[in-house]
């Protein structure tokens, strides 16, 4: 049996191109973006080349091979929470993995107990129990398994314009025909959509049969779009009147990111469970699930379980996060930068801005994704969404004042 290929066999170049992902979508590219050419790697061709290779990082601005300076107000897609290689984290981080890199989930670790604390703490009461894991399509994965163990119930209702991640669990609720497919291929029966703020469409998905509702308070990848209040506590309602679990997917949204740790907090409606992920821990994988005591009451030994999942150096660079975030008055900065950029963009004739704090979704007159480009060319680096007239906003959480002054610059001689 032959194992391997001669040298230079062909690999396949491609891959679809105009691929949309989360990631990709996110980011906006195409294989045939203009950028460095990618040499031929192992590597699956699924995500499009982004044109910049960083090297560095700090705050607001990597630093690419040639020593440019690029301004970040996508955060490495929302997860340089902390701006790239805060002092702290990296600090926090290095002495950990100095001290004890991991060991075994399965023995007490204080940090680990430490951030349970902050979280349940953080989240709105009564989400207090808390679950580890590496992504957010695991904790969403988690979330699920946990409404369905509660209620003994298998139905799934999502909205419109959701993305919830790649699990084949996560699949089935996350909007899109490509991920429909993809689940259906696994087995897994659809999630029931209905669109975002249509209350009585809500009203009529949601019965005795349905063990989660799971919907992003603001949707990172449809746009920016935050969701409206009155959906919200109609959500809150429904789930309430039959016995379903209310999941915030905060992945993108929370940490901090949406004008309060949580957007549960800021938009005032508390889930049965809440997810978190990509700015917990400014870079490192983890991922949180936070639910109620109710919800979690018959889960015991070996319902739940991640081989990485809470492990002492994520845990640091998480509680670490965490410090930055308060003592440097990050929620606050976001809600401030935030509506200095909405207000500038509106300034410039953008028709509309959705979302909160420094999750922003920019809807313009023209394709997002020439703008972007032409940012781009400004060594800005911004992201699109799968709205085609949406540029999507999602910089550290760190941007100042100063950094939304020059990306409006930027944006300014685009839209002229
Ligand atoms: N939920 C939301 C709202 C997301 O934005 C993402 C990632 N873009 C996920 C879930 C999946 O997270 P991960 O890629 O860490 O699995």
């Known amino acids: 049996m032959v194992m391997g290929k001669a040298p230079g066999a062909d690999r396949g170049t491609g891959g679809p191109t105009g691929l949309e992902t989360e990631a990709t979508a996110g980011a906006g590219w195409t294989a045939s973006s203009a950028g460095p050419s990618v040499p031929r790697s192992a590597l699956l061709p699924v995500y499009p080349p982004f044109p910049i290779r960083p090297v560095r990082g700090h705050g607001s601005w990597l630093v690419d091979e040639d020593g440019h300076e690029w301004l970040d107000a996508y955060g ?3 997860v340089a929470s902390t701006g790239h290689s805060h002092p702290h984290v990296v600090r ?3 002495e950990q993995a100095a001290t004890l890199l991991f060991y075994s989930t399965a023995v007490p670790s204080p940090l680990r107990e430490r951030l349970a604390e902050r979280l349940a703490g953080s989240c709105p009461d009564p989400l207090e129990r808390v679950f580890f894991c590496n992504s957010g399509a695991e904790a969403n994965e988690n979330a699920l398994h946990l409404a369905r163990k509660a209620t003994a119930r298998t139905r799934v209702v999502s909205v419109l314009g959701g993305w919830h991640g790649r699990t084949a669990a996560t699949l089935a609720c996350t909007d899109g025909v490509r991920y429909e497919q993809a689940a259906t291929r696994s087995g897994i029966p659809l999630s029931t959509r209905v669109a975002a703020d249509d209350v009585a469409a809500l009203e009529r998905a949601v019965d005795g049969s349905v063990a989660a509702v799971i919907l992003e308070p603001v949707q990172g990848l449809s746009g920016a779009r935050d969701l409206s209040e009155d959906f919200l506590r109609a959500a809150r309602r429904v789930c309430d009147a039959s016995g379903t679990a209310l999941i915030f997917d905060e992945v993108q949204c929370g940490a901090g990111r949406c004008g309060a740790f949580t ?3 800021a938009v005032g409606v508390v889930p049965d469970v809440l997810t978190l992920a990509k700015g917990l821990a400014s870079g ?3 991922g949180a699930v936070v639910a109620t005591p109710a919800i979690t ?3 015991g030994t070996g319902d739940l379980g991640s081989t990485f999942g809470g492990g002492p150096v994520a845990c640091a660079a998480a509680l670490a996060t965490l410090d930055v975030i308060e003592r440097e008055g990050l929620i606050e900065n976001a809600i401030r930068v935030g509506e200095r950029l909405a207000g500038g963009a509106r300034a410039l004739g953008v028709r ?3 979302g909160r704090g420094l999750l922003l979704g920019l809807h313009l007159d023209r394709p997002a994704a020439e703008v972007q480009r032409a940012l781009l060319g400004r060594r800005m ?3 699109t969404a799968s709205d085609p007239s949406v540029l999507r906003l999602l910089p550290p959480l760190s941007f100042s004042e100063a950094e939304a002054d020059l990306l409006l610059g ?5 839209l002229a």
């Open 352 to 354: 509309r801005v959705s």
């Open 410 to 414: 930027g944006l300014k001689e685009v």
């Open 92 to 94: 926090a981080i290095a």
């Open 76 to 78: 490495g897609h929302a």
């Open 284 to 286: 490192l994988p983890i």
């Open 381 to 383: 680096i911004t992201g």
């Open 263 to 265: 957007a549960a907090e």
């Open 297 to 299: 009451a018959g889960i």
